[in-house]
């Protein structure tokens, strides 16, 4: 048997097991990171995205710890609760610095439906810069004033580490993990990673604008607090979003075997 027949065996293995909406919610969420793989480079398996399971508001799903984001198909997604628990029998499981990070937040906040916690060089650079996200783009403008900034000192791979993590988190949707990172949360899978991806291009300019070495132009506090306020709602991003329906369409077209 090879390679494709036994993915095919797995895939239809684990779609006998589940609802028809967790099926289409593991399509979902394995073809986000396929698209946070495609427009940026993830830090090999140690990057994840996290949904929570329709009609199962405490189970959500993760990325297994042995593949990386371009190898994430319907299948392989592990399941667990908001206590941590791996709930459903799978060949794979996810890391504990995976499930922590995402029970924390999902047992905290139960409004919260997916997040995506990435490390590109980006959002790692920002990380490592006491001014934070700087509103100079209007991508940047999109999360003024509605970032939350975690210090480096709690081992986050843990269940102690990770709690402290997601009550620093607060209300907001977006938090910068310093030295470390980014999560950026939604309201559903679509949302996060849209979010995810504005944020990353506001950290890539930053990063630019100020390795330039002049002096920035930087936007008053009201047209920036205007543009959060129109483009950096949460609630407004779905899986009908044009954003989402054009990224679904450039991976069914790349990365077809993302259903597997």
Known sequence: ?????????????????VSAEEWELRCQ??????????????????????????GEPEHFLVKADNVFMEQVTASNLVKYDVEGNQVMDSEFKASPAAYNVHAAILR???EIIAAVHTHSPANLAVSAQRCGLLPITQQAMRFYN??????????DTTR????????????????VLENHGAVICGTNVAEAYIYHHFFELACR???????????LITPSHEACEERAK????????????????ASMTMVEKLYPDYRD
Request: glycine share 8%; proline share 3%; hydrophobic share 40%.
């Open 205 to 215: 300019a930053q990063i630019g604008a100020l390795a330039g070495g002049v002096e």
């Open 108 to 110: 905290n906040r139960p």
């Open 29 to 54: 969420l394995a073809a986000a990171h396929r698209l946070v793989a495609h427009h940026s480079i993830v830090d090999m398996t140690y990057n994840h995205i996290s949904s929570r399971v329709p």
């Open 160 to 175: 102690e580490g990770t709690d402290h993590m997601a009550k620093a988190l607060g209300d907001k949707w977006v938090m």
């Open 146 to 155: 509605r970032i939350a900034y975690y210090p480096n000192a709690q081992d």
């Open 1 to 17: 048997m090879n390679v494709t027949s036994i993915a095919r065996k797995s895939s239809s293995s684990v779609r006998d097991q």
């Open 230 to 245: 129109k483009f950096g709602r949460i609630g407004q991003y779905n899986f009908g979003s044009r954003d989402w329906v």
